[in-house]
């Protein structure tokens, strides 16, 4: 069955401290696997797309990792702020032929001042 | 200047009612798409449209019919409510249909079956 997995489900940290979040996926075939950013009431924003021969993609002081065998990604954030207080999804795309995306359940990240 | 707008951005109604959610994107895009965000949080699709075709359409009850009269907008219809269908609808697209294309998404409509 395809499906993403991420953890923690929740977590909390202070302003200008870094975190990793961390999705596994089973997912195949494996086209790309993306993290998205959500703020409460608002849509899903793309923050990285690797191909599965990718092993790290940065976007400001967002860094993701893949690793294809593992079927493992992560998410660091650097140097956190406020803004960065969202969900965070990680999402799988099972199909090289459709838009068909598998997404993870989100980790929840209250950054606090 | 929104990208990708829905409306309405909530909607209250009563179980058995019919009612339409709109979207339009400005991008220019191809493809269209509608997903479903449970209370669990889990995004999962419904149905996607590329060059006004249907390309995707899950297992969705087929009170749900989705409308695209042009590239532009892809409406959502929604017969006989029921309290399952609570929940928040979001309309995204994107360029093209494979892989490789970035979906961007609206800010969602929050349905409510009371």
Request: proline share 4%; charged share 20%; net charge positive.
């Amino acid at each position: 069955k395809n499906q993403v997995e991420q953890s923690p489900q929740s977590l909390i940290i202070l302003e200008g401290k870094n975190c990793t979040l961390q999705c596994n996926y089973t997912v195949s075939p494996f086209s790309n696997l993306r993290w998205y950013k959500q703020d409460t009431g608002r849509g899903p924003v793309s923050l990285t797309i690797m191909t599965f021969s990718e092993n790290t993609k940065s976007n400001g002081r967002y860094t993701a990792t893949l690793d294809a065998d593992t079927k493992q990604s992560s998410l660091h954030i650097t140097a956190s702020q406020l803004s960065d207080s969202a969900s965070y999804i990680c999402v799988a795309h099972g199909s090289s032929n459709t838009g068909k995306l598998i997404f993870g359940q989100g980790t929840t990240l209250q950054v606090k001042p | 200047d929104t990208a990708v707008s829905q409306t309405p951005k909530y909607l209250v109604t009563q179980m058995g009612n019919d009612k339409s959610i709109k979207c339009e994107q400005n991008l220019g895009h191809d493809t269209m798409y509608w997903y479903k965000q449970d209370s669990k949080k889990f995004l999962k699709i419904m149905f996607s449209y590329n060059n006004k075709e249907l390309i995707i359409n899950e297992t969705v009850p087929n009170r749900f019919s989705p409308k695209s009269p042009d590239k532009a907008h892809l409406n959502l219809h929604i017969n006989s409510l029921e309290l399952g269908d609570s929940a928040v609808y979001f309309c995204a697209s994107s360029r093209g249909w494979g892989a490789e294309n970035i979906q961007y998404f609206g800010a969602g409509t929050r349905l409510s079956v009371l």
